[in-house]
């Protein structure tokens, strides 16, 4: 079991930046594999970034070369940095926990990009 909580969402201009947090509580947080998905109104979630328990990431096509994904196991945190910020990145922003057939989701994070 481990509960996570996205933080760092908000509004920012086309091309701007921001960063996304994910905490993870509870025990033996390095063993699972981390992601963000993203929901748009009126469209499905999607992965965006994935990082595994040995760190190897993986990006959506539409975010590859803008998006990094990182992780701190020591203080039980996921990063999303996002660069050059499209107005089609606008969407709640999900953090996900994955081990075995377990799956853990947090409250979602808002993120608008617009002028």
């Known amino acids: 079991q481990v509960d996570v909580v996205e933080s760092g969402g908000g509004l920012v201009q086309p091309g701007g930046s921001l960063r996304l947090s994910c905490e993870g509580s509870g025990r033996d947080f390095s063993i699972f594999d981390m992601a963000w998905y993203r929901q748009a109104p009126g469209k499905q979630r999607d992965l965006v970034a994935g990082i595994d328990h040995d760190g190897t990431t993986n990006y959506a096509d539409s975010v590859k070369g803008r998006f990094t994904i990182s992780r701190d196991n020591d203080k039980n945190t996921v990063y999303l940095q996002m660069s050059s910020l499209k107005a089609e990145d606008t969407a709640v922003y999900y953090c996900?926990?994955?081990?075995?057939?377990?799956?853990?989701w947090g409250q979602g994070t808002q993120v608008t990009v617009s002028s």
């Open positions: 996900n926990a994955h081990f075995l057939s377990y799956d853990f």
